[in-house]
């Protein structure tokens, strides 16, 4: 089966090998409304992690780290380098 590379309401996902970024300060993430596994992945960010190792160390599917920081960057709280 082929692995999902888009969202049909927005923009591409991620590439798994991509580094997110945040663009809060950690401290500030409790003052947007994430659901738990969004504010679990977004706590883990740190500039070096691709979406893979968020995947792995969440131990979640790819594809499941993939929507997540797509909705992270949506929701402007990280950018995709």
Not at 22 to 51: F, N, Q
Request: contains cysteine; negative net charge.
């Amino acid at each position: 089966m082929a692995q999902r590379t888009s969202r049909p309401d927005g923009p591409p996902l991620p590439e798994p090998d991509a580094v997110p970024r945040l663009v809060l300060e950690p401290g500030e993430l409790e003052w947007v409304a994430l659901d738990p596994e969004s504010l679990r992945v977004a706590r883990l960010i740190d500039g070096v992690r691709s979406v893979r190792e968020l995947a792995a160390i969440c131990d979640c599917e790819l594809v499941t780290a993939q929507i997540i920081v797509a909705g992270l960057r949506d929701r402007h709280v990280a950018r995709i380098q």
